[in-house]
């Protein structure tokens, strides 16, 4: 599975888009991006996944680059709901398992 | 739908006793997966199946067991609990198919004292 780069944290104010980032380089043709997020100590949530399109759902839209090399996770108004560790992680490819390796997220803290 | 469901939520263990944790999950789904994800840390893959009867190793399968009698069950043996594994053990699962995302369990959290 291809690996992923991620801020350790970010920031943003109540209300604003969030905008998060996720490089992703060595991701080959039939890989998936997946978006999951960790609410304190919860188990983690599915929020969205794409392979090439960008993709929306009620929770967020995905933005995948046209070589695929990156995409951005956008929440449109963040909530003090939404303070959680995300997860941008590649799956699929010749893994037919699909396992989930999880590597350390960003911190989003969402500002009052 | 109950989705996947994890027991005990909590529970301590002395160095060296037993334990099975259990996972079990009401959507059908083919493929199920075991997680420990320790403080301040991301969640690291223990052992994963693909269907009743077939298990196989993740990234740290070392001090556990795994067995897939049935599509919905899936239990995670601790033999000989030593203190590295304290942590917080979840149970995931999926279609066989990758358009679908994991669904999670709550959790248990293990103390190995």
């Known amino acids: 599975d291809a690996k992923t780069t991620q801020p350790p944290s970010m920031d943003c104010a109540e209300g604003r888009a969030a905008n998060l980032p996720c490089n992703h380089s060595t991701i080959s043709g039939n890989e998936y991006v997946y978006w999951y997020r960790q609410i304190h100590s919860q188990g983690p949530q599915y929020i969205i996944h794409g392979l090439k399109n960008n993709e929306t759902n009620e929770m967020a839209s995905l933005i995948i680059t046209e070589d695929r090399k990156s995409s951005t996770l956008i929440l449109p108004h963040a909530t003090l709901r939404d303070t959680a560790v995300y997860y941008c992680?590649?799956?699929?490819?010749?893994?037919?398992?699909?396992?989930?390796?999880f590597g350390s997220g960003t911190r989003l803290l969402v500002r009052p | 739908n109950a989705g996947v469901t994890q027991t005990p939520k909590f529970r301590i263990l002395k160095i060296g006793q037993s334990m099975t944790l259990q996972c079990t999950q009401d959507?059908?789904?083919?493929?199920m997966y075991w997680y420990r994800q320790d403080p301040g840390m991301g969640l690291k893959l223990i052992y994963y199946s693909v269907g009743a009867g077939i298990t196989d190793k993740g990234e740290v399968p070392n001090g556990y067991n795994v067995s897939r009698s049935t599509t919905e069950d899936f239990p995670l043996r601790l033999e000989l609990a030593a203190p590295s594994q304290t942590s917080v053990y979840f149970c995931?699962?999926?279609?066989?198919?990758?358009?679908?995302?994991?669904?999670f369990g709550s959790g248990t959290r293990l103390t190995v004292v």
């Open positions: 995931a699962s999926s279609y066989s198919i990758p358009d679908y995302g994991y669904t």
């Open positions: 959507m059908n789904h083919n493929y």
């Open positions: 992680i590649v799956r699929g490819g010749m893994d037919s398992s699909y396992k989930l390796i």
